[in-house]
């Protein structure tokens, strides 16, 4: 088991985003996060990384982040798979967003806010801070001990 974490640099375009997950779908394969994970851990990195290309327009560091790395998990003897997407944009907390009515009519529901309500049900916890002038974006996922 790799207990240590990597770390991908990737220019904040759309041509990126294969690598990106590729390089999460590896990491997470190596630290025995389960199976059935790795398809939304793909989804989890496409909804975080196509909204950094979209709207974060950062400013000078022109890259995003990506570190995957196992955590011990803060309320269980189990370890965590941890996926950190860090970029340099705006000051932005998608957790703040409103949480979408998923019973309003597709036509009548506003643009925006579904990604994050996914991300939310295929992980077991979400988390953002702002560190310094980058935007600090985590989600974990249960790994397999056996």
Known sequence: MISRAKT??????IGSL????????SQAGEMNVPESFLGNLELVVEELFVNIVNHARPVGRTEVEIRCELQA???????????????WGAPFNPLEQEVP????DLDDRPIGGLGIYLINQM???????REGDSNLFQAFVPVDNG
């Open 18 to 25: 294969h690598e990106a997950q590729g390089f999460v779908r």
């Open 8 to 13: 991908l640099t990737l220019p904040v375009e």
């Open 123 to 129: 992980t077991a916890r979400c988390s953002y801070i």
């Open 73 to 87: 998990s803060y309320d269980t003897s189990q370890e965590v798979f941890c996926l950190s997407v860090r970029d």
């Open 101 to 104: 009515s998923l019973e309003t």
